[in-house]
T-cell receptor
């Protein structure tokens, strides 16, 4: 079966541009997470969905960051008016049931570079 | 809120050497503990996890970790490393029960020299 996929794999944006990052979780997985991983750091939690409900968005760094999962499967992370400090790898992960109580399956990430 | 410390940022070992990577967490209650690994060019994947029961947990590829509650530690060990173990290793923790977000450490890069 397919794992978690993310697109695009690489994105270069000019400062001020809007970007949209897509995540396709493993089919049937209830939980979906977004993480931001800066160079030399571990993944930092951004937001969590249980099906289509966004239960935790406490990690989103500013109101320029917005995530959705309208049908409880594919998710999109949108960053408006990108800034240089947004440059990072954005990871998506999914798990079959409740958040944090199970193994998370990670995608390959989207490497975002803001110039 | 919970936090995780990984003390070794970069470790270099020769093949057949023994490995121990440190992980300490900060949280007052019951936790789940994880080690994830990222091989070069690959996704993050689970190496092993501890939820409850025997504090000595065995994972894939001969890795094991021991949960020592009194020390708030969950160190990763392998008796004899191979070149193919070259990777970045992340310790992670989350409070047990219901929805609880997972907090990752900063990672340890392991380089195994043939």
């Amino acid at each position: 079966g397919a794992g978690v996929s993310q697109s695009p794999r690489y994105k270069v944006a000019k400062r001020g541009q809007d970007v949209a990052l897509r995540c396709d979780p493993i089919s049937g997985h209830v939980s979906l997470f977004w993480y931001q991983q800066a160079l030399g750091q571990g993944p930092e939690f951004l937001t969590y969905f249980q099906n289509e409900a966004q239960l935790d968005k406490s990690g989103l760094p500013s109101d320029r960051f917005f995530a959705e999962r309208p049908e409880g499967s594919v998710s999109t992370l949108k960053i408006q008016r990108t800034q240089q400090e947004d440059s990072a790898v954005y990871l998506c992960a999914s798990s079959p049931g409740l958040a944090g109580q199970e193994t998370q399956y990670f995608g390959p990430g989207t490497r975002l570079l803001v110039l | 809120a919970q936090s995780v410390s990984q003390h070794n940022h970069h470790v270099i070992l020769s093949e057949a050497a023994s490995l121990e990577l440190g992980c300490n967490y900060s949280y007052g209650g019951t936790v789940n503990l994880f080690w994830y690994v990222q091989y070069p060019g690959q996704h993050l994947q689970l190496l092993l996890k501890y939820f409850s029961g025997d504090p000595l947990v065995k994972g894939i590829k001969g890795f094991e970790a021991e949960f020592i509650k009194s020390k708030f530690s969950f160190n990763l060990r392998k008796p004899s490393v191979q070149w193919s173990d070259t990777a970045e290793y992340f310790c992670a923790v989350n409070p047990r029960g219901g929805y609880q977000k997972v907090t990752f450490g900063t990672g340890t890069k392991l380089q195994v020299i043939p």
